[in-house]
């Protein structure tokens, strides 16, 4: 499966910004598709999960409530709606996918999508 990421870009703190991956290339759906972000000079971390079979959402403690996914398994698109961005926000952000469930590691993912920068200006 191929993964294209889009949106992200500058935003004040406190601002809002929304990215979306698409998942293409196969007949059958992940069964999960996630997001990750990765700042300069850290590891990569989970952000949200969204799991198909089970239709739930996880989230980090450091997004959960300023942070939304919502999934489209029709178009196999996962969006992620983020609100009230604080500058540590700051990372390029990545959406992985997978045909099995592979938890919060970013390192058990098989599929990856291109890299897609968010920036919150303080």
């Known amino acids: 499966v191929q993964l294209q990421a889009s949106g992200g870009g500058l935003v004040q703190a406190g601002g809002s910004l929304s990215l979306s991956c698409a998942a293409f290339?196969?007949?059958?759906?992940?069964?999960?598709i996630g997001w990750f972000r990765q700042a300069p000079g850290k590891e990569r971390e989970f952000v949200a999960v969204?799991?198909?079979?089970?239709?739930?959402?996880y989230y980090s403690a450091s997004v959960q409530g300023r942070f939304t996914a919502s999934r489209d398994n029709a178009k196999n698109t996962v969006n992620l709606q983020m609100s009230s961005l604080k500058p540590e926000d700051t990372a390029v952000y990545y959406c992985a996918a997978d045909y099995k469930y592979s938890g919060t590691y970013y390192s058990l993912w098989t599929y990856w999508g291109q890299g897609t920068q968010v920036t919150v200006s303080s």
């Open positions: 290339g196969r007949t059958s759906s992940p069964v999960a």
């Open positions: 969204s799991s198909l079979n089970a239709g739930s959402i």
